[in-house]
Every structure is written in C-alpha cells, then in structure tokens.
C-alpha cells in the first residue's frame, strides 16, 4: 500500500476506488454521460471538502448531479449546492456540468467559526428555552429527556423505541401532554430529528421544543390548551450511530493523522457495514458505507426516475429494501400505533419548508392546505415554501411515506445556511425564529378540521355506561420500485403497513377519537378506504364496525352496546 494512504480510512478507500461510487445507473437515459468511479490514484491526502454552486440546465443534469452530495441549499434559480468530496470536482468537469466553487475547504471555514468571535451570542437574542452553550452529545439528549421525565411526571414521559440502533444504541424520545398516562384519543404531533448525522440543529430544534412546552404548561394560555388537547412525540435523534460519528470527531483532524477530508463531522447516512466490524478508531466501522435513512421509507421507495440510489458508497443510498434499516423502523412504528395527525421532520440546510411531494411535480389533494399553513410559518421565519420536489427528487422520504400512509399534515423544514454551525451565534436564534412556526403546526395538528372525529358512548346489556377501549385497524400498502438484479425481475410491487392504535373512553363510555382520513391521499378515482373500529370491554362481546372518514368529518356511532 503506497505510503500516503495510510492515513486514509477503509471507508474513503471504499468510496474512492469503486463498488459504484460515480457510477449512474440508466447511461441511456443520460446521452452516454454516465461516469465511472473516478481511481483512488486521483484522491491526495491534501484535498479538502469543498462547496460547489451547480447550475441544472436539464432533466439529465439532475439525473447526475443524484451521485452528488446534495446540501439542501437552493441558492438561486436553477443552482444546487453540492459538497465535493474529493474526486468529484473532476467528475463534474468530466460530465460537462457547470459549477462554481464557493468554499475550497469547508473543514476549515467551520473550524474558524467554531473557535473565532463568529460564535458569539447575540446580546439582542432572547434565551432559548433549553439554550446551552455547545451542541449536545447523545448522552445529553437522553439526559435531558429523563430529567424533563422525572421532574414533571404528570406532563412528560420518555420511551425506548423497540428497536437498537446496528451498533447497539437505545434510541430515546419523549412524550409531552397534560395528564400524559392518560389513553385518551387526543390528536398527536409528531417532531423527529438527524436523520441525517450531520445535521446537528435538527436534534437541537426538537429538544428545544420539549424545554418549551414543559416550562410553558400552566404559564402560558396557548402551550397549556395545546398540551390539554392534544399529545406530542419528539424523537430528537432519531439515528445515534451517525450522530456520533459526526458529534464525536473532531473537525479539525490535524491530531490525528487523518486527511482532512476523511472528517466524519460531515459523515450523512447511519452505520450500515459490509462486515460489522468494528474497530477503536474515530470510524467505529472503518468499512461502514451507510444507508441514508431518509431514502428507506416504503413510499415510492427506489421510484424509477430517481430520487435515492442503489450505490452502498452514494450519500442517498436507500438501503436493500423499504424499512431495511431499523431507525425507518423505529419511526414507521411511532406513526402506525398512534393517530399522528401532524409531522414535522427538522433537516439541515436551506431554510427551507417543505411539504408533499417530493417525488413528482404532481400536487397532493391537500396541497392548497399545506401550502396556506406553510405561507403562515415562512410569513415569520423567512424560509421558503416549497412543495419538497422543487429541492430536488426525492423517494423513500419519511415526509411523503407518513403523508401517503396516513394523510397526516406532514413537513420538513431544513434549518440554517450550514450542517453544523457555530452554537452560540445560531442555534438560539434560530429556535426564537423558528418556535411560532413550532406551534403554528401544532395547533394545525390539533385542530379538528385537518382530521376527523369518531365519538359515541358505551353501554351494556342495561343500558348502563360501560368504560371500553376502542381500537383502530387497517392494512395497508405503499407502492415501491424493486429493479432487476439480473436473477429477479424488477418492477413496481407493494410494501406492506399496519396501522394500530387505540384509546380508552371516559368511565362514562363516552369517547372522542381525532384520527387521521381513512383514505390514503394518493389512492386514485373513487376508491374507497375505511377503518375497522373495534369497541370492546373485559368480559363483554366486542363489536366492529367499518368506518370510513375524510379530513374534517364528525361522526357519531351513537350508543354502542356490548353484551
């Protein structure tokens, strides 16, 4: 092995010398401009991370620049920002893309403003609930969360999502709303956060929210009904391997012998290995490839057109299959056992607000509702409102599986102009920016209107009140692009869901039940959708009925007996 390589990880020897790193799948498509994975010969150990201004000329110009490492930033029409890993300046020479390069080393520009007077705070800038004065490590979170737990035990409680992480990590959220044991039929707002590992604000801008809510029960009049009519789900890190990898390496690697491109500051996607070795080094998994967890959802998962690949070293590769990874899992299970009548995602960067689609042009039936809601929220925080496809394609995105699978009000909004930005100076600006938008969907979450409510009371034989759960079920399929591997054939097929959840009357059996439309939203013509409604009470006959809702309806079962 020659000499400079020594420094450099098996995971950049990986990316760099093949296994598809530049490769485009549907050459034809592209006028034969599809590349080969450039040679490890073309990668020195003095290249840096850089950002490049890309400008889309055409549908193929998209179609490549899906190899690239897309930032999120939009900055100005017809431009993407991309980071360049090294090598890919010289692809996009090589494909006759036109870009600019704006920053020749990204390590050192953040190093400069974590560590220079640019991460002084704002003397005009309000605390920020939950403000600290560095980003927080994992165990922070998980400690914040537990000591919000135990300090106010009638108005929050932490839970353990049923699913490791691949490297072994408990993943942690927290469950805020007024008389939270309670297992009423409130509305539920979901918030999750670093999907992708660098995107440190997206784990902040959810646990600030909890501060909020917590410190505002019972102070302020708008947290205190909000809280009283409906529940919230915060799951700030929602991928721990890759947020530590990221949190946890220096961005400065000049003590450590590594190539400054090698940082792993900037590392995106979760820790998927070829071999699930592990190794005490900065790299837990020095040859882990990754699956962006954001490409893993099953709607539209692997979509013909694009929008994720196939490739293990690409930083939007999907996975093997829809819900391969387990922290798609893990989330896939928060909204399937609960109403989740609202969504929010936090990504970084852009300042961006995004709502369905982000696969196609194609508008969803409730696109002049979530683009009235988003016009609300950008009136204040100044980001744009987009519909998700005017970024770029994507599919097997956690924002379109939740509104294809429930019909939720469901967004993305990509925070700042950096992944990781200097703490002082940003982060608690942009929660203060960003906390009406916060609650503005909250209050759309919990608003009848954007959902639907199944009521009536229970009764037995006699015709006395009888408390009683009431459960929910349906099954459920999203569409996903399985492609031919040469044995199998590919295709459009079905990935199945099942939605469960129930709640508990009153001891009165009276219940109000706020639940999402029974018709998923892109389900075509007159097809119909319902909810098979189970009423039941220990030691009587449970009845079922088939129920179907649409956004905004109030249906009364009436008086229900059980025998």
Not at 178 to 185: L, P
Not at 506 to 513: H, L, S
């Amino acid at each position: 092995m020659p000499a400079r390589m020594s420094a450099i990880s098996r995971r950049d020897f990986i990316r760099y010398t093949g296994a598809g790193a530049g490769a485009l799948a549907g050459a034809s498509l592209l006028g034969g401009r599809a590349l080969a994975a450039p040679a490890f010969t073309g990668v020195h150990a003095t290249d840096t991370l850089k950002l490049a201004n890309v400008r889309i000329r055409s549908i193929e110009d998209e179609l490549l620049l899906g190899a690239f490492d897309d930032t999120h930033a939009i900055p100005g029409p017809g431009l993407v920002e991309v980071l360049l890993w090294p090598g890919d300046q010289a692809r996009l020479e090589a494909l006759g893309l036109d870009f600019e390069i704006t920053v020749e080393d990204l390590v050192a520009r953040d190093l400069a403003a974590q560590r220079g007077a640019a991460d002084a705070r704002p003397a005009s800038v309000a605390v920020a609930p939950g403000e600290r004065t560095a980003y927080r490590r994992l165990p922070d979170y998980n400690a914040d969360m537990e000591a919000l737990a135990q300090q106010h035990p009638d108005l929050a409680r932490t839970f353990v999502l049923p699913e490791t992480s691949l490297e072994g990590r408990l993943i942690y959220g927290i469950e805020i709303a007024a008389n939270v044991t309670r297992g009423d039929g409130r509305p539920v707002f979901h918030m999750d956060g670093c999907h992708h590992s660098r995107e440190w604000p997206a784990a902040e801008m959810p646990m600030m929210f909890a501060f909020d809510l917590i410190e505002g029960y019972g102070v302020d009049e708008r947290t205190t009904d909000l809280l009283d009519r409906a529940r919230v789900i915060i799951v700030p890190v929602m991928n721990p391997d890759g947020f530590m990898e990221s949190r946890e390496a220096p961005v400065d690697n000049s003590a450590t012998g590594l190539a400054p491109f090698v940082s792993m500051a900037y590392w995106r996607k979760n820790r998927r290995s070829f071999t699930n070795v592990t190794a005490p080094v900065i790299m837990k998994n020095p040859d882990a490839y990754g699956v962006d967890p954001n490409r893993n959802y099953a709607y539209q998962w692997g979509d013909n057109s694009g929008g994720s690949s196939s490739q293990q070293t690409s930083e939007t590769h999907r996975g093997a299959a829809p819900f391969s990874e387990p922290e798609a899992r893990n989330i896939r299970g928060l909204v399937m056992a609960r109403q989740t009548t609202g969504m929010l995602t936090h990504h970084t960067y852009g300042r961006l607000v995004m709502r369905p689609w982000g696969w196609t042009w194609d508008e969803t039936p409730d696109n002049e509702l979530q683009f009235e809601i988003g016009a609300e929220i950008t009136a204040v925080n100044k980001y744009q409102n987009i519909q998700a496809r005017g970024l770029y394609l994507t599919s097997g995105g956690s924002r379109d599986w939740t509104y294809g699978a429930t019909g939720c009000i469901t967004y993305t909004f990509e925070h700042g102009t950096q992944f990781h930005p200097a703490y002082l100076s940003t982060i608690p600006g942009m929660y203060n920016l960003n906390r009406e938008p916060f609650f503005t969907l909250f209050r759309e979450a919990a608003d009848p209107s954007n959902h639907a409510i199944l009521s009536g009371n229970v009764v037995d034989a006699s015709g006395s009140p009888l408390a009683a759960t009431i459960s929910i079920h349906k099954e459920m399929t999203s569409p996903a692009w399985f492609h031919g591997n040469g044995t199998a054939p590919g295709g459009v097929t079905e990935t199945a869901d099942t939605l469960d959840t129930s709640m508990d009357s009153e001891p009165d059996g009276t219940f109000a039940y706020h639940v999402n439309p029974s018709r998923r939203p892109w389900l075509e013509g007159a097809e119909e959708e319902a909810y098979e409604v189970t009423i039941a009470a220990e030691g009587k006959q449970p009845v079922t009925q088939t129920i179907a809702v649409s956004r905004g309806d109030t249906v009364n079962l009436g008086q229900i007996q059980l025998t």
